[in-house]
């Protein structure tokens, strides 16, 4: 068990992506899924952090930016995060912050930026546990044929992910 433990609030709300659920600390975010199986999400966070607690959606302003992202009007968060992980994996994720709106890179050239070459399945296996879905861009990451793969959310939605940062790209300023 993770040693980890603090409250944890979420509420979940509508976007143009799909309806979602947003966790957060008094820090920042610690994961933002698809609310499809909410049973599982909440099991999974109250075994991590602790107690998570419905709040009003009204109260906190998280989603406020994620639905700009979604309607193809930003292109940078600034939403605080709260990443909770291995040393590694949280270096992969911050790398993930760097790549541009728009833009991919494979999962050999992240490694390469974390300064480990060889570890690009390692690099996948980081990804794979990213608890921060569209705000953490793992989407953004492909095959080294450009092919898109893995994605915890589903291929559809890494492809319509990918669709809305390019269809947007010069539309947008920030």
Request: aromatic fraction near 10%; hydrophobic fraction near 35%; proline fraction near 3%.
């Amino acid at each position: 068990m993770n040693s980890y433990k603090k409250l944890i609030k979420y509420y979940d709300f509508d976007t143009e992506l799909g309806r979602l659920v947003i966790f957060f600390s008094e820090k920042g975010i610690v994961n933002l899924s698809l609310a499809e199986d909410m049973e599982s999400i909440i099991q999974h966070i109250n075994n991590k952090y602790g107690q998570a607690i419905k709040v009003d959606r009204d109260e906190h302003h998280y989603h406020e930016e994620i639905i700009e992202y979604s309607k193809g009007r930003l292109k940078k968060f600034s939403l605080p995060l709260d990443l909770q992980g291995t040393e590694f994996q949280k270096r992969v994720w911050f790398e993930l912050l760097n790549i541009p709106y728009g833009e991919t890179i494979s999962y050999r050239d992240l490694a390469i930026k974390i300064g480990n070459p060889k570890g690009y399945r390692a690099v996948g296996g980081a990804l794979n546990k990213n608890p921060i879905l569209i705000v953490v861009p793992c989407h953004r990451v492909m095959g080294s044929n450009g092919g898109l793969v893995g994605f915890g959310a589903g291929i559809a939605m890494k492809e319509r992910l990918l669709k809305l940062e390019r269809d947007n790209l010069n539309l947008i300023s920030q």
